[in-house]
Every structure is written in C-alpha cells, then in structure tokens.
Nanobody, 125 residues
Framework: QVQLVESGGGLVQAGGSLRLSCAASGRTFSSYARAWFRQAPGKEREFVAAVSWSGSTTYYADFVKGRFTISRDNAKNTVYLQMNGLKPEHTAVYYC??????????????????WGQGTQVTVSS
C-alpha cells in the first residue's frame, strides 16, 4: 500500500521557519515529480511548489517565491519544504503529492496520483 506521510508542521510565530517532510512508502517515486499543495480554511486547495524527478528543476507559486524551498532525497523517497519568513497568511494544511507518470515539475494537481493526509501549519502574528 502506497503511503505519503507528512511531518514537521506546527505553530510558529510570524517570521519563523518550519521544515516539512514527506516520506513515501510502498513504492519509489524517485523517477517522478513531487509537489506540495495547501488548503486554507474556506479556500480551495492550491499549488505551493513542485520539483522534477532529479531535483534539478523547481517550480513555485508566486506567493512563496524567495521564502520556500522544495527539495528531495530520492535515496530516502522523501521530499521537503523549507519555509522561511512565515506569515499568518501561510496558515493552512499542507499536503504533499507524488506523480506516477510525470517527471517534470508541474502545478497541475491532476498530474499527481498520490496524496498525503496533510500537516497543519499555523503562523501566529
């Protein structure tokens, strides 16, 4: 059974940092794109960042550029999201996602076949 398990969320003050991790089990995703999405209360799920299979290409939503960094360790079947300079508007449930046919980084949620259960990130002002 394929599982994506996020960790690293929590409560942080504005200006602080968090590092999210998403470990995959049940199959390897080293040859496919990985991504992070988020969903704030009352809003639809939206794209945050994506990374290509090799980690050489990344793609970010405009609202996180310069603050967040996505990376991956294929040996560990894990993807990370380093979040710096957090703001209250970054509060959301963050979900990791994995593709099974796409190798390039993409923001399209329909390209991702596997999803984690989400981890809460709360930024206080």
């Amino acid at each position: 059974q394929v599982q994506l398990v996020e960790s690293g969320g929590g409560l942080v003050q504005a200006g602080g940092s968090l590092r999210l991790s998403c470990a995959a089990s049940g199959r390897t995703f080293s040859s496919y794109a990985r991504a992070w999405f988020r969903q704030a209360p009352g809003k639809e799920r939206e794209f945050v960042a994506a990374v290509s299979w090799s980690g050489s290409t990344t793609y970010y939503a405009d609202f996180v550029k310069g603050r967040f960094t996505i990376s991956r360790d294929n040996a560990k079947n894990t993807v990370y999201l380093q979040m710096n300079g957090l703001k209250p508007e970054h509060t959301a449930v963050y979900y990791c996602a994995a593709a099974s046919t796409v190798v390039a980084s993409t923001r399209a949620s329909y390209e991702y076949n596997y999803w984690g259960q989400g981890t809460q990130v709360t930024v206080s002002s």
